[in-house]
């Protein structure tokens, strides 16, 4: 076949979804002082490391990993307390369990729904998998709109609700009662993805005794993890034994694995980061409140969402990176994220930086 024809076999054998969607990008970073994709920003102690490294000299590379990955699952299972008739399963960080998710339910006239602005994933794997996506938007403050939302889940019948909690990129926890409500209400499964656990300290995890619809996503990604690409999903086992049909044999890696249960021997060490971060995210809040024009929402996560002046997001980035920061620029997505930025918390001096070359952009 010639490179004349390409397009046109692209055009004909690639679904039209597909061609509309953009591949999901991450910036270069090199150089730069990196707050813009809410890692945690501190590395392992050295005597942690050691440690590690020396567990890691009794990996077999040559031999398959064990296919289920029962000692992290059973380290989790411990660490979480998860009661009889609860399971769990792994993912290569939480999009693959979405796409796992997604997959299991995909079908003529299904329907995914999630409040928005958030996370990104939720609608580029159900455009991925034929699913159809709705959007019901949070309020201007990025509340979760109950009344809205009560009413889309009458209207469209989702098969698939998402809730993040934390959202992001607000970075706040929806109310309790409300969220409560939209569960209640969902005619199928609902996922809140706790990606930020760590940070806010409130979960559902106990409401999966009261709802047998919901489940609940979360990450090691944010803990300081976020190299091991590791996500786990619990719910009841029902659920999470037809999720496992489609999981791909060997998706969590032998040195993940070995690396993960490693970490969670030494939870106490993350944890303390954890405090650490959110400690330091009082200090950046307090810091864009100093600044005139700047306006920071309340965060619950490892990062903060600011609004700047009008028409002003896309120079203010540009100059922040040309002084060596990066972060994460939400204006091109437009809504109620026009003239908006995301921060993530870093290292005491990380933080000083960045507070420092905003307010010389800005002046």
Not at 32 to 48: R, S
Not at 109 to 138: C, D, H, K, T, W
Not at 143 to 170: G, H, Q, R, T, W
């Amino acid at each position: 076949m010639s490179v004349d024809k390409l397009p046109a076999q692209v055009e004909r054998l690639i679904r039209s979804e597909i061609r509309d969607m953009k591949a999901y990008q991450v910036a270069d970073a090199s150089g730069l002082t990196k707050l813009d994709a809410m890692e945690n920003p501190y590395g392992w102690p050295d005597e942690l490391l050691d440690g590690w490294l020396q567990r890691l000299r009794g990996v077999s590379l040559n031999r398959y990993p064990d296919p289920g990955a029962g000692g992290v699952r059973e380290m989790l299972r411990q660490s979480l307390g998860l009661a009889e008739g609860l399971e769990l399963i792994l993912g290569n960080g939480s999009d693959e369990l979405i796409q796992l998710i997604l997959q299991a339910v995909a079908g003529p006239g299904r329907q995914v729904m999630a409040p928005g602005p958030s996370f990104v994933m939720y609608r580029m794997i159900s455009a991925s998998v034929g699913l159809a996506y709705q959007e019901v938007p949070l309020t201007p403050e990025f509340e979760l709109d109950c009344d809205a939302m009560l009413l889309a889940l009458a209207k469209f019948s989702p098969d698939v609700l998402f809730i993040a909690y934390p959202n992001n990129p607000s970075g706040n926890l929806f109310d309790s009662g409300d969220l409560a409500s939209v569960i209640e209400a969902a005619p199928g499964l609902v996922v809140v993805d706790e990606a930020y656990f760590p940070f806010a300290g409130k979960t559902v995890m106990s409401w999966l005794d009261r709802y047998d619809n919901l489940l609940v996503m979360r990450t090691l990604s944010k803990s300081g993890l976020a190299g091991l690409r590791l996500g786990y999903l619990v719910g009841h086992r029902a659920w999470i034994q037809e999720f496992d049909k489609l999981r791909l044999p060997y998706n969590i890696n032998v040195l993940t694995q070995v690396s993960a249960v490693f970490a969670l021997e030494h939870e106490d060490v993350f944890a303390a980061q954890a405090a650490d971060i959110r400690r330091d995210r009082k200090v950046v809040m307090d810091g864009l409140a100093a600044l005139e024009g700047v306006r920071g929402y309340p965060s619950d996560a490892n990062f903060i969402l600011f609004r700047l002046p009008a028409g002003t997001a896309d120079q203010v980035f540009t100059r922040l990176r040309e002084a060596g920061v990066l972060v994460k620029n939400l204006g091109p997505q437009g809504g109620p994220l026009e003239d908006c930025l995301r921060v993530t918390v870093g290292t005491p001096d990380e933080n000083r930086a960045f507070l420092k070359a905003l307010s010389n952009v800005l002046t």
